[in-house]
């Protein structure tokens, strides 16, 4: 496994993350983890190297979407005042105008 797979994994978990809710992780680390058994066994690789590639890239889709979810909970952090009347401030500033 490369690095670019370990990076697209991650983004993947990140899409994950920001789209779906958590039971959409299951199905995502297992379909890594499979792509990353016929890419081993595809390339003739030894046993322990095949169940370290499946590994890294399961850890990398359930870091990605950890990732995913800070963003989507800090971008609702953000927008929730504006949209959400929570700041007098920017209400009175939208009245005005």
Same mark, same amino acid.
């Given at each position: *496994?490369?690095?670019?797979?370990?990076?697209? /994994?991650?983004l993947?978990g990140?899409?994950?993350g920001? !789209? #779906?809710?958590v039971?959409i992780?299951?199905?995502?680390?297992?379909?890594? *983890?499979?792509f990353?058994m *016929?890419v081993?066994?595809?390339r003739?690789? #030894?046993?322990? /190297?095949?169940?370290?590639?499946m590994?890294i890239l399961?850890?990398?889709i359930?870091?990605?979407y950890l990732?995913?979810?800070?963003i989507?909970a800090?971008?609702?952090s953000? !927008?929730?005042? *504006?949209t959400?009347g929570?700041n007098p401030?920017?209400?009175s500033?939208?009245?005005r105008?």
């Open positions: *496994m490369g690095l670019g797979t370990i990076i697209i /994994s991650t993947a990140i899409a994950l920001l !789209r #779906h809710n039971l992780v299951l199905p995502g680390v297992f379909l890594a *983890m499979l990353a *016929m081993g066994i595809a003739a690789e #030894h046993f322990w /190297s095949i169940i370290l590639g590994v399961g850890i990398a359930q870091f990605g990732v995913g979810i800070a989507r800090i971008a609702g953000i !927008r929730a005042p *504006m959400g929570r401030e920017l209400n500033e939208i009245g105008i």
